[in-house]
């Protein structure tokens, strides 16, 4: 069986080595927001094209669609809305509370459902380091690219969240079983252990997700381009962070809960 966990602070070095340049990005650039967030317009057109301005007047609009019929006279109107500046602040409130609120519920979630603390804040720490990748990487694209963040990328972060807690919690299941039938073995040997045992299910899992969000930031549409390209961030992050940042981070906890016993 490989001993995966020998390597843990080699792991955490690994993401930190990622984390924090984007994490010095958000600090100095943070990120840069669309009309969603800033205010603004957008039309919608029949062919799913999506236009977004800072400042665009309803006659503005109709000539522009005019404009694009006579290369395409199939070409209508969707839809055309103004949002203002005080509903983008609002739209940004609203997410960090979601997430907020999440994260709690998540924690005592799985703080019950294993009941030690150190399950429920270790998978918090791993769902944040997968936030914090995320975060990063697209503050640098915003910064170097100019690529914007909007409603479908706090969907995109929602969803992986989830995904990073439920790769987690299937590793600490398994910790969790081997610990009922091996009660004298450590928790280092437990773990290691338990990433060997998933290992194959979860890459392989992972990786069915990741072919396909592959294949939708390549072909697919301009609109949905950077929402698949943030969750294809995050699913590998996540399928990371759940063998070689949670059970770490688990594994170190109980070396410290021992050495503070040693020395009391």
């Known amino acids: 069986m490989i001993n995966w966990l020998k390597l843990r602070y080699l792991y955490l070095a690994l ?37 977004r301005q800072k400042d665009m007047t309803q006659q503005q ?8 019929k006579e290369k395409n006279k199939d070409l209508k109107m969707v839809s055309f809305e103004t949002l203002g500046p005080s509903l983008g602040q609002e739209t940004i409130k609203k997410t960090i509370y979601a997430v907020l609120l999440a994260s709690l519920l998540i924690l005592i979630h799985i703080t019950r459902a294993f009941k030690q603390l150190k399950f429920g804040v270790c998978a918090l720490l791993a769902m944040l380091h ?15 690219f100019g690529i914007e963040v909007d409603l479908l990328f706090v969907t995109a972060t929602l969803t992986v969240l989830s995904f990073s807690v439920h790769d987690t919690i299937v590793v600490y299941d398994r910790i969790r079983e081997l610990q009922k039938r091996h009660s004298n073995e450590s928790v280092y040997d437990l773990a290691n252990q338990a990433v060997s045992e998933t290992m194959i299910r979860s890459l392989n899992n992972s990786l069915t997700i990741i072919f396909m969000l592959l294949a939708l930031f390549l072909l697919g549409g301009a609109s949905t381009r950077f929402f698949a390209l943030a969750l294809l961030i995050g699913t590998i992050s ?25 020395t009391s």
Request: aromatic residues 8%; neutral net charge; hydrophobic residues 50%.
């Open 61 to 68: 609009a109709d000539e522009m669609v005019g404009k694009l």
């Open 130 to 144: 997968d936030s914090l990748v995320l975060l990063g990487i697209f503050s640098l694209l915003g910064h170097f």
């Open 238 to 262: 996540g399928s990371y962070s759940s063998p070689f940042t949670a059970v770490p981070l688990l594994v170190i906890w109980d070396d410290l809960r021992k050495s503070r016993g040693r």
């Open 15 to 51: 993401s930190l080595l990622i984390i924090i340049p984007g994490a010095i990005s958000l600090a100095r650039f943070g990120l840069k927001l669309s009309i969603d967030f800033t205010g603004g317009s957008v039309l919608t057109l029949s062919d799913s094209t999506i236009i």
